[in-house]
């Protein structure tokens, strides 16, 4: 696709709940990562990919935050019984690979709300 | 702990103004820093700068990197309310490729 896409825009949902969040990074690009971004803060990284695997997860919160990417293309974020600090637009990116200086193309982000 | 700083945190001005956004880090093995204007949600890349004293140059923006004093800037001349929106920096490590460390940005508003 022409840009990274994100989907969907917005997700509300109930403490407790699953979510899926899924990102559609720009063809070719092998790495892909998520950020959450809170209001009034800068992205915080979660986890990026290089091809299939997770290259480092390191920023995921806890154990109810996961993430796969299959294929080596399109990705899925998972929360398990969310809770309401959860709430943020979380943003995917995508890039040629990691550690090329290739900067990092950003998606429209979901913005999920935990009731 | 590593540190990205912005300043001022939310600038207003009126077109046709020049402003200088600042951004200073404290990180180890710094790789290289980045620079993206957020309108809306998704951060769109200006510049990515890896060496000491190269100036880069985009139109209107400008922005140049100073290892020597772990910080950067980014310049906008002749300002159109078209810059106004959310001005990142962010710094990656050769330790973490790939990972980005954002600060809080800057919220730069311009009114006509």
């Known amino acids: 696709g022409a840009g990274v896409s994100q989907t969907p825009s917005n997700k509300v949902t109930e403490k407790g709940k699953y979510v899926e969040l899924r990102c559609d990074p720009i063809s070719g690009h092998t790495a892909l990562y998520w950020y959450r971004q809170s209001l009034g803060q800068g992205p915080e990284f979660l986890i990026y990919f290089q091809g299939t695997g997770a290259a480092d997860d390191s920023g995921l919160p806890n154990d109810r935050f996961f993430a796969v990417r299959p294929e080596g293309s399109v990705s899925t974020l998972k929360i398990q019984r969310t809770e309401r600090g959860d709430s943020a637009v979380y943003l995917c990116a995508s890039s040629l690979s990691a550690g090329g200086y290739n900067e990092q193309f950003f998606g429209p982000g979901t913005r999920l709300t935990v009731l | 702990e590593d540190k990205v700083v912005q300043s001022p945190l939310s600038l207003v001005v009126h077109e046709g103004d020049t402003v200088t956004l600042n951004c200073s880090y404290e990180?180890?093995?710094?790789?290289?820093l980045l620079w993206y204007k957020q309108e809306k949600k998704a951060p769109t890349f200006l510049f990515m700068l890896t060496s000491s004293g190269i100036e880069k140059k985009s139109g209107r923006l400008s922005s140049i990197l100073d290892k020597k004093e772990l910080s950067s800037i980014l310049n906008i001349t002749a300002t159109q309310t078209g810059d106004s929106a959310i001005y990142l920096c962010a710094v990656e490590r050769g330790s973490t490729l790939g990972r980005l460390y954002f600060g809080r940005g800057t919220q730069l508003t311009v009114w006509p």
């Open positions: 990180v180890t093995n710094f790789r290289s």
